[in-house]
């Protein structure tokens, strides 16, 4: 076959993207049926369809009815109230690769298909680069550092090492998405976590392995796994972070329990500590007082899990000019073919704007990705920020755990 033979003479690109978009790109497809990526005509028909396929947009929100009923009683005046319109700004994310191969690797081999290898590859690379773009985002988004901003990232946080445990259990994420959403919880469908917090949570039968056939039908099982029916997608890549010890509140019965006495005791217990040489973190600690018990933490690694609900990003590949292309060089290295790959995606959260406030080029990179002050809830856009209405946090199903390995 023409086309085996990985050469830019006969490279056909139209070809070439079919077999990628064939193979099964696992992590993201799974990602998708998930449902926490859903896909947006007005981003799709702003960014990339027939308007100017600018780099950077704001999208209309519609704003919910609110304001409350008034009584019904042949003598009350009924009022009227109007919605409010909310802006979300929304970036093109652009990345491109090239990969070369040498005409010696085809001689020596025998003629090897390169072609399909790097199909097989070419998928699974972009893979991994569209979990990093989420992944920043996410880290973006609970950098953010607005007042509204703040309340939903601490609303949106459920941080288990501020217990004694430290660890996930059988109820963390329900207490998580619980505390993120309330009666909104059932939107969630994805989480994102370390493997070690993922070998934790299989270690417990609290998580399983999905499966995976092939053409063959030989069946093999994916580094993806599901937890209370959630989809768990694992990557080392997940925020990690070494800690200092510190104190937290216990019960007088807990292993390593000290009791805590007022600073003026002259003589403390081996197993009492003056409140004063209680290292606080968090609010809860601060209010640590006499008749409190306290355990110590010693410095521990702390791991950051991110869930996702349905529709919690809006996606879509708005494609490029030329997704692939080959380049042949004959003198180099006796001779050798470069594949150019390209791809323009949006990665948008719902009910949080891209405000683009430190971008140096047309497309973000992921470490202004992580910026939080590119991020901005959505609001209604008045000058005074006390005259802006913010979308309701609650309707926003994106949530974060901080948890001791």
Partial sequence: MPNDKFDSKSFNPQAFKYMVDRIPNLHMHEIKKSKALAGNPDIRETLGGSQSGTGYAR???RGLLDGEAV???GQTDITATSTKTFEQGVVAIGRAKAWTEKDFSYDITGGVDFMQNIAEQVG???DGVDQDTILAILEGIFSMTGKKEKEFVAA??????????GEMSATTLNSAVNKACGANKKKFSLVFLHSDVATNLENLN???????????GVQRELDLYT???KLVVVDDDMPVAVKEGFYVKAKATDAGALEVVADETESPTPKQIKAASVSPRGESYKKAAAGDYVVFIEAFTEYTTYVLGNGSISYEDLGVKVPYEMNRNPSKNGGEDTLYSRQRKVFAPFGISYEKKQQATLSPTDKELKKGEN???????E??????????????????IISRG
């Fill in 71 to 73: 009584n019904y009683d």
């Fill in 375 to 381: 991020w901005a809830l959505v609001h209604s856009g």
């Fill in 227 to 229: 937890w209370n029916g």
């Fill in 156 to 165: 949106h946080t459920y941080d288990v090492t501020e217990k004694v445990e």
């Fill in 124 to 126: 699974e690379y972009w």
């Fill in 383 to 400: 000058l005074l920020e006390t005259e802006r209405s913010y979308i309701d946090h609650k309707a926003i199903p994106i949530a974060r």
């Fill in 206 to 216: 609290l998580v399983a392995h999905l499966k995976y056939t092939d053409p063959q």
């Fill in 59 to 61: 999208i209309a929100m």
